[in-house]
Antibody, heavy 119, light 111 residues
């Protein structure tokens, strides 16, 4: 059974940093691209970042470029999102998702980890 | 890249059919057949229910169907059931550095 479990969320002050983790199991992690998607409370989903299966290619939405870094450790079956210079606008539930074999879909998701940026 | 536009809410009685629209632009929905739909029960993991406009993952009920015309995609839920109460999001591949754009979300209520 495919499982994605996020962790690392919490309360952080504006300007602070946080590292999110996504532990994967039930599939060969190194074969799949992975994504981070976030949801501001009461709002819709927003795509944040993607990393290719071997970690060689990364993409980001414009609002996090230069502040967020996605990485992965295929030996540990873990995806990361390093977030720095956080602002209130980054407050959201952060989900990791697996890139489906078919183009343009995320076929498995975690339950999310909440991040609150507040003083 | 602006969010795709969905109605905030749609409701129907058990057994009825409902359709959720998802309007984008010629740069996303209109440009690619890479539209997907997700069902999200709050507090749980979102679930893929439609990919590539109209294809269903193996374990997804055939009560869910998708289509596209121009810059607008649609999700139809037939034979509405209580368990279908959830939030639904469309998404499209964009081909830009912002790889994906999601919809604003639609809350489905079963009356």
């Amino acid at each position: 059974e495919v499982q994605l479990v996020e962790s690392g969320g919490g309360l952080v002050q504006p300007g602070g940093s946080l590292r999110l983790s996504c532990s994967a199991s039930g599939f060969t992690f190194s074969r799949f691209g992975m994504h981070w998607v976030r949801q501001v409370p009461g709002k819709g989903l927003v795509w944040v970042s993607r990393i290719k299966n071997d970690g060689t290619v990364t993409d980001y939405t414009d609002s996090v470029k230069g502040r967020f870094t996605v990485s992965r450790d295929n030996a540990k079956n873990t995806l990361y999102l390093h977030m720095r210079n956080l602002s209130a606008e980054d407050t959201a539930v952060y989900y990791c998702s697996r890139e489906a074999v078919v183009v343009g879909a995320h076929d498995y998701w975690g339950q999310g980890t909440p991040v609150t940026v507040s003083s | 890249q602006s969010a795709l536009t969905q109605p905030a809410s749609v409701s129907g009685s058990p057994g009825q059919s409902i359709t959720i629209s998802c309007t984008g632009t010629s740069s996303d929905i209109g440009a690619y057949n890479f539209v997907s739909w997700y069902q999200h029960h709050p507090g749980k993991a979102p679930k893929l229910i439609i990919y590539e406009v109209s294809s269903r993952p193996t374990k997804i009920s055939n009560r869910f169907s998708g289509s596209k015309s121009g810059n607008t995609a649609s999700l139809t839920i037939s034979g509405l059931q209580a368990e279908d109460e959830a939030d639904y999001y469309c998404s499209s591949y964009t081909g830009t550095t912002t790889l994906y754009v999601f919809g604003t979300g639609t809350t489905v209520t079963v009356l």
